[in-house]
């Protein structure tokens, strides 16, 4: 219908434009060494229009097609084609190339079965067991290779690899999750976490902080001044803290101050408790709590709960609790691993609970046990909101007050393990409570078909169903425990296929996709995990099949916290953001003396990670105010925390966390104007005009631009050598220019090159830049775009980005973008039709980006397969 | 209809996998005839160097100790530095870890919108389908950065997801099984792989190489379960825990040292123990960040600010990459070390293993790929000839032209050599016929004795 249709006039098309470019180059430039008579190489362009779906014929094309590319054809002394006939002969090659593709994978639109990804794959196992680890720091997808694809998003069925290696690993991961999650041995009455597990001891250790602290001032001030050892004020020193538990060791408790600091009467308050100052280091041994337990857990949730409050005395971010494990302190191996952090900003004590189950936390097990005692670190990990300023703008005088950060006032904790997590109670979620007088294997055969029909996104078949019973009956059978047994059914459903692929079941014809499978889609694509309770009610009734419930629950999900996920996968991905947190050099300025070292790392990391977290925020904000597409990059507000406040130099309204406020004049281009984007572009390079080209070309206007093939032929190297002896006396827009002079390199770097300066006013770290006295430079950020429509300054490029609407350039580009995210398959010449009535559809609607998802989900190709 | 279906588990079992004891002295020893096992080491290192200070003017023995070739002063006699040797049609440029060991034009990711398949099998896949059969792993391929990040292809030309976790793979070698999950995973295995099998009718033809992707990885698991289990009861060397930091963080600058060392001491057990006789080790990506590339100084773009001059007009430059270079070569020179610290029939470790340093660019300004910096070591009773110079393709000592690096010599002279023929001597020395790989024609017999 739509379809053939629609090819049919797509074959017609590539047809003409075979005739009309293609045909006249091959024989203008081709033919004559390539024809019938004597064909160089045995290789022929002489023939009609070549369908590529022959793997052979691809190969001899796509080989031509890389020799052009290359100015390797044709050979010296012919005459040589313009960059514009060598770009359309290598299109159309490309194109042709694309579609034998589609046909090989059956059809247009259609995608090959999707596996999950590495961080969707995370997130399912967590909602699938009922865990929920808020505050914890490490990365659970970290344990899984890398699924990241460079030219792709990394849930491109088309282009996913399924190994061995990740299978394994996969399987490591569910069965540590599964055994937090289940981690009682099970007597068979009552729940399933009634009784402690035969080999995680629970312990707790309880400090009142407040009650020793007082204890110290008072024997310090007993203790006359003679006695006193020359120590100047009151310390913790090391207190034995018992255990809770009738019988068990104690723990000892220790502070480590940074020497430089105030006397440590300061820290101690005797009314309030401990006040600790920011740890100098990203994390390490200074200005900490160690509470040194007698023993390494096995297992277990380690637990902390602390009664805490912020003491803000300075104009600098709020303290942080932080949770961290290590050696013993001085030996080797006494590396410390943060586990878990919270920010602290209420001013009067309350509780906060870090927790984390041992099996996933990261640490040098192999050494803590053969030290046969875990110190826990309590801290706080306040990073510095401002970098020290630069040599000429320091007043040694103020030095205290640019280094110094809020504290963390410490009243009392308790450090447990406990064999299962507090909270959230799903105690449920994996295994049933048993009935009365019901035998395990009932019970086991209940829980299953509950756990499996959610695992799988849809009722479990009976065939499904009796293979997992199975499974667990023949491992009991083996001798194994009732608990063990069952685990190893469910470790088993978290790696079948069922779970780790979206599975469609389909014939040769397209078929609307299930209630159950639709489901499945708008989850992953709306918050990165699996379907909940609600969505799965929809599905079960049948509901979600009609536009207007399927556009209820998209909404629903899009206004929940977890689409958070969503904005940042695809503002991740789309605009390789990870690379920020790797590149060389600081993005401050030198330290200026030893002391300011550790805070520089702490506020090189952490504005890295808030320059890498901008674009979702952004997104996220976008999206929930139905704001315009081309708002994206043309914005008169940002969305940012207090450090990227301080950065772009705005001032925040009073409050916390992340937050919507005017823009400065210079960073009104949206994502255009964000330091995150133009760090990801120019990958610190000094001169990083073609990098910073490529990027905008490739991301924002949807050009793909092939690598540049290797130089062998060293073309630039001559054309320098030949025109300029000198090259310092050319400037950066000169020197590219060389590249539109021969007709390969051209090719691409005519389209990339007028891009490059678009950022001149920015540095490699979206800073404008500026010169030794700290004076603004003069920057011309002036270009044309790729179909050579001239712009004189950024405003005027972002103008044309965003001329026309919701077929705007950038809006075009980016839509093809987020569909390609949104089907999880890269796009085939048949969804630039859908692509255009998706976006008349949002048009419609309003013109938002929420909009235009509306009508992606809405799609026929989104609810087809 | 069969009246006794096999199990699938049965019928692995009745298929004979084979498991070849760990190779010690003690058994080389009772039996005198028998041979060591033969073995290949792959690495890659990416990015150029600095060109000006690896190759050296002479040839033959009698070389000199370049600058950057000087960690090797202890071990120099079992090595050989290459020059000349190139890819033929291949010239340098990005990816060169997709190229570096399958010799394949149309390699990696250079074609986005391929319809063919994007690479060919690498060497070490090729060598691996024979030898591998030998061993309770037919490969490791490892990295920092994994997944993949990996020069390593199978016949289908697919990469093969490199390991980067030092911990596992150390649990995985050692038969560590902390947990005691090894002896249930074979249940899981089947049970998933029948569910597979199931799905297989009901998602139509073209989902079904996706499926088959899942369950070669179900059987590969399996295989290796199978093995890991017999492995822990075999006797094992012994494990040298000061040589191992298996928490080493490959992004921090100071645990650097520590994760590549590490990452060589476990491929040195890997080789040790038999688990494996072919090995590859991927070990970073070229540009933009990533691990191992705090050494001070953007290691990939000083490549491109060197702009190919001499030393001293970017002496900044060069001075990144030649500290890298150094880096690096201790790196290699320690694990060459180890591996002939290890006696083993007569000789030692390395005299069995032929251990290929390669990098895919030279001159690191326009990623040339001619005079590629390789060193080729160890694998003596393989056949290969160590401690020399060996130049191939008429290639002369560097000098510089016009303050800059000459260009690029188009005449390879009488006996034109490149990187897949040097890949291909290796897989024969291995006793695995490879004619014809990549763009091989002929093989080097100049290396051998």
Redesign the interface.
């Known amino acids: 219908m739509l379809l053939t249709a629609g090819s049919a006039t797509a074959q017609a098309k590539v047809e003409s434009t075979y005739a009309d470019t293609l045909a006249p180059f091959l024989k203008r430039h081709c033919v004559e060494c390539h024809g019938a008579e004597k064909p160089k190489g045995g290789v022929r362009f002489d023939g009609p229009m070549p369908d ?2 022959d ?1 052979k014929l ?2 001899q094309w ?2 031509a097609k ?1 020799m052009m590319a ?1 100015g390797e054809m044709p050979p010296q002394g012919k005459p040589r084609p313009s960059a514009d006939e060598l770009l359309a002969a290598m299109n159309w090659i ?1 194109d042709a ?2 579609r ?2 589609v046909v ?3 059809g247009v639109g ?1 995608r ?2 999707r ?1 999950l990804t590495n961080r969707e794959y995370v997130a399912t196992l967590l909602d699938l067991l009922g865990l929920s680890f808020p505050h914890a720091t490490g990365d659970l997808a970290a ?1 899984l ?7 792709t998003f990394s849930n491109d ?1 088309n282009s ?10 996969s ?2 991961l569910a ?1 540590d999750l599964l ?1 937090v999650a289940l981690p009682a041995e099970d007597t068979g009455n009552g729940n399933a976490h009634a009784q402690a597990p035969a080999h995680v001891k629970p312990f707790r250790y309880d400090v009142d902080v407040r009650a020793i602290v007082a204890e110290k001032h008072r024997t310090f001030l007993a203790t006359p001044e003679a006695n006193r050892k020359g120590q100047r004020g009151p310390g913790i020193g090391n207190v034995v803290v018992p255990a809770h538990e009738n019988g068990s060791p104690p723990a000892k408790l220790g502070v480590q101050h940074l020497h430089s600091q105030p006397l440590a009467v300061e820290h101690l308050d005797p009314a309030k408790g401990l006040l600790l100052e920011p740890n100098p280091h990203t994390i390490g041994r200074r200005n900490v709590l160690m509470l040194t337990l007698p023993f390494v857990p096995e297992g277990g949730v380690l637990r902390l709960r602390a009664r805490a409050a912020a003491v803000m005395e300075h104009d600098n971010s709020p303290p942080v609790l932080r949770l961290g494990i290590g050696g013993s302190y001085g030996e080797p191996g006494d ?1 410390v691993y943060p586990l878990a952090a919270v920010t602290v900003t209420a001013a009067d004590v309350q509780e906060y609970v870090l927790e984390v189950p041992v099996l996933l936390a ?3 097990w ?1 050494t803590f046990r053969r030290q046969k005692q875990l110190l826990v670190q309590i801290d706080n990990a306040a990073a510095p909101l401002g970098p020290t300023p630069t040599p000429e703008n320091y007043d040694s005088k103020r030095r205290d007050s640019y280094l110094k950060r809020n504290r963390l006032l410490l009243e009392s904790f308790s450090v447990e393990i406990d064999a299962v997590s507090a909270w959230p109670p799903q105690s449920e979620a994996v295994l049933l409570a048993p009935r009365d007088s019901e035998n395990e294997e009932a019970r086991v055969k209940r829980s299953l078909w509950a756990f499996l029909s959610r695992a799988f996104r849809r009722p479990v078949e009976d ?2 169903l009796d ?2 019973v199975k ?1 667990y009956r ?2 009991r059978a083996a001798g ?1 425990g009732f608990l063990d047994a069952y685990k ?1 059914a469910v ?2 459903a978290l ?4 779970v ?2 979206l ?6 014809e397209r078929k609307p996709l299930t209630a159950w499978e639709l489901a499945s889609r708008l989850s992953y694509l709306a918050w990165n995990t699996t379907p909940d309770a609600a969505l799965l009610a929809r599905a079960a009734d049948g509901s979600l099949l009609q536009d207007a419930e399927l556009t209820k629950q998209l909404h629903r999900l899009l206004a929940d916290d977890r689409a958070f996920a969503f904005a940042r996968e695809l503002t991740r991905q789309w605009l390789d953001l990870d ?1 920020i ?5 600081p993005v401050t300025r030198p330290a200026r003396s030893i002391d300011d070292t550790g805070e520089l790392a702490w506020y090189d990391k952490a504005i890295r990670r808030d320059l890498a977290a901008e674009p979702a925020y952004f997104l996220l904000d976008l999206i929930r105010n139905d704001r315009s597409v081309n708002s994206l990059v043309a914005s008169d507000h940002v969305v940012v925390n207090d450090r990227l406040a301080r950065f772009y130099g705005v001032t925040l309204p009073r409050g916390t966390g992340w937050r919507l406020v005017a823009a400065p004049e210079n960073r009104k281009g949206g994502l255009l104007t964000q330091a995150g984007c133009v760090t990801a572009a120019t ?4 001169r990083g005009e073609i990098k910073r080209g490529v990027y905008l070309v490739e991301r924002f206007l949807g050009i ?1 631009i ?9 073309k ?2 001559d054309v320098q ?1 030949a025109e300029d002896k000198n ?1 310092r006396a050319l400037t950066p827009r000169q020197h590219l220019d060389k590249h539109r002079t021969v007709a390969t390199c051209a090719v691409c770097h005519q389209r990339i090159d007028p891009l490059g300066f678009v950022w001149n006013e920015f540095d490699m770290y979206g800073q404008p830049k500026r010169d030794k006295q700290g004076k603004l430079i003069a920057f011309d950020s002036s270009g044309s775009l790729p179909d050579k429509t001239a712009f004189a300054d950024f405003d005027e490029f972002r103008n044309l980005m965003t001329q026309g609407e919701i077929e705007s350039r950038f809006a075009v580009a980016f839509s093809g973008r987020l569909y390609a995210y949104v089907l999880g398959r890269g796009l085939d010449h048949g969804d630039e039709a859908h692509l255009t009535s998706i976006r008349a559809a949002a048009a419609k609607n309003g013109g938002g980006v929420r909009a235009l998802l509306l009508a992606m989900v809405l799609s026929e190709t989104f609810r087809n397969k | 209809m069969n009246p006794f279906p096999l199990s699938r588990r049965n019928f692995l079992r009745a298929s004979g996998v084979c498991l070849a004891l760990p190779w010690l002295e003690s058994i080389a020893g009772a039996a005198p005839a028998a041979k060591a096992p033969k073995r290949a080491v792959f690495v890659f290192v990416p990015n150029g160097v600095n060109m000006w200070q690896f190759h050296p003017a002479k040839t033959g023995r009698d070389y000199e100790l370049t600058p950057t070739l000087k960690p090797f002063a202890t071990v120099r006699d079992r090595l050989t530095v290459l020059s000349g040797l190139q890819h033929f049609k291949v010239k340098g440029g990005h990816e060169e870890w997709a190229h570096l060991l399958t010799g394949n034009v149309n390699s990696g990711v250079a074609n986005k919108h391929t319809a063919v398949r994007p690479n060919t099998v690498s060497i070490d896949q090729h060598i691996a389908e024979t030898v591998g059969q030998q061993t309770r792993w037919p490969s490791l391929v490892v990295g920092a950065d994994g997944g993949r990040m990996t020069s390593s292809f199978d016949r289908k030309g697919e990469p093969v997801l490199a390991d980067f976790d030092l911990k596992n793979i150390f649990d995985e070698l050692v038969g560590a099984d902390p947990h005691g999950r090894l002896k249930h995973r074979a249940s899981v295995l089947d049970l998933v792989s029948d569910q597979a099998a199931d799905l297989r009718g009901k998602l139509g033809k073209n989902d079904e190489r996706k499926l088959d992707e899942y369950l070669e990885s179900v059987r590969a698991v399996e295989k290796r379960v199978k093995a890991d289990l017999a492995f822990k009861e075999t006797p094992k060397a012994t494990v040298d825990e000061k040589r191992l930091a298996l928490n080493a963080d490959p992004y921090k600058g100071n645990q650097q040292d520590g994760y590549v060392d590490t990452m060589f001491e476990l491929i040195f057990l890997a080789l040790q123990t038999d688990s494996t006789r072919v090995v590859t080790f991927t070990s970073t990506r070229s540009e933009g960040g990533g691990p191992l590339k705090a050494l001070g100084g953007d290691w990939h773009g000083q490549g491109h600010n060197t702009n190919d001059k001499v030393e001293t007009a970017e002496s900044r430059a060069f001075d990144v990459l030649t500290a890298y270079d150094v880096w690096w070569h201790e790196r290699l020179a320690r694990f060459l070390e180890r591996l002939s610290a290890v006696k083993e029939g007569g000789t030692d470790l390395l005299n069995s293993t032929a251990v290929f340093f390669g990098r895919g660019m030279s001159w690191p300004a326009f990623h040339r790929g001619d005079n590629l910096p390789l060193i080729l070591a160890g694998g003596e009773g393989l056949g290969f000839t160590q401690g020399r110079h060996v130049a191939f393709n008429d290639q002369t000592p560097i000098v510089a032209v016009d303050g800059k690096a000459p260009p690029v010599n188009k005449d390879l002279g009488k006996n034109p050599a490149c990187v897949s023929d040097l890949l291909r001597t290796i897989a024969e020395r291995m006793d695995v016929p490879a004619k014809g790989f990549g763009e091989s024609r002929r093989t080097l017999d100049e290396l051998l004795s």
């Not at chain 1, 996913?160 to 690993?169: A, I, K, M, S």
């Not at chain 1, 790696?495 to 069922?498: I, K, N």
């Not at chain 1, 599975?503 to 040769?508: D, K, N, Y």
Request: aromatic fraction near 2%; charge should be negative.
């Open positions: 590529l779906i793997v691809a190969e796509l080989a890389r290359q490309e190339a694309a034998a593709a090989t994978r059956g259609r090959a079965l596996r344990r290779p890398s699924d990241a694809m460079a030219n069925s996913q690899v399924t190994q061995g290696l990740l299978l394994r690993r399987l490591d069965e055994a590396l990261d640490g040098d192999k065939r499904e293979a997992f499974l023949d491992q194994r190893t470790a088993a790696v079948s296929p069922q780790l692929y599975t469609e079941p389909r014939a040769t690379v947190d790797h590149l060389a050099p990958h610190a390079q000094e793909d092939p690598s540049p093939p290797g130089n062998v032929d060293i630039p190297l050598l090259l």
